[in-house]
């Protein structure tokens, strides 16, 4: 299983720290990515992503320098800050979680949302105003 939460109602230029807490599978051998969908888009976008042994972490363009990805293995959990907050952060982010074997790096986890082969949660809502 994996469970977001941290969303909620932030100003411009304000923090989030959303988390993702797994279980039910092996933490260390899975990547685990953060993806945010704006409605009325339909697609995902790959926020960031980590890799299951936390040397490797991938940032989209709209969140580089302000964003940091992290993993606590002893929570089976992972962390995104998000700093410095635009309106167009504005979403549902989601967490998933894929093994590591059924993808060759993290920054092809960010790029195509592995939405059939990953666990995924339920999402938790950031709105980003004033």
């Known amino acids: 299983q994996v469970a977001e939460s941290g969303g909620g109602l932030v100003q411009p230029g304000g923090s989030l720290r959303l988390s993702c807490t797994t279980s039910?599978?092996?933490?260390?051998?899975?990547?685990i990515g953060w993806f945010r969908r704006v409605p009325g888009k339909g697609s995902e976008e790959g926020i960031s992503?980590?890799?299951?042994?936390?040397?490797?972490?991938y940032y989209a363009d709209s969140v580089k320098g302000r964003a940091t990805i992290s993993r606590d293995s002893a929570k089976n959990t992972v962390n995104l800050q998000l700093n410095s907050l635009k309106s167009d952060a504005a979403g549902i982010y989601y967490c998933?979680?894929?093994?590591?074997?059924?993808?060759?790096?993290?920054?092809?986890?960010?790029?195509?949302?592995?939405?059939?082969?990953?666990?995924w949660g339920r999402g938790t809502q950031v709105t980003v105003s004033s």
């Open positions: 998933a979680a894929l093994h590591r074997r059924d993808v060759t790096t993290v920054q092809a986890m960010c790029s195509v949302p592995p939405l059939r082969e990953a666990f």
């Open positions: 039910g599978f092996t933490f260390a051998n899975y990547h």
């Open positions: 992503c980590i890799s299951s042994s936390a040397d490797t972490t």
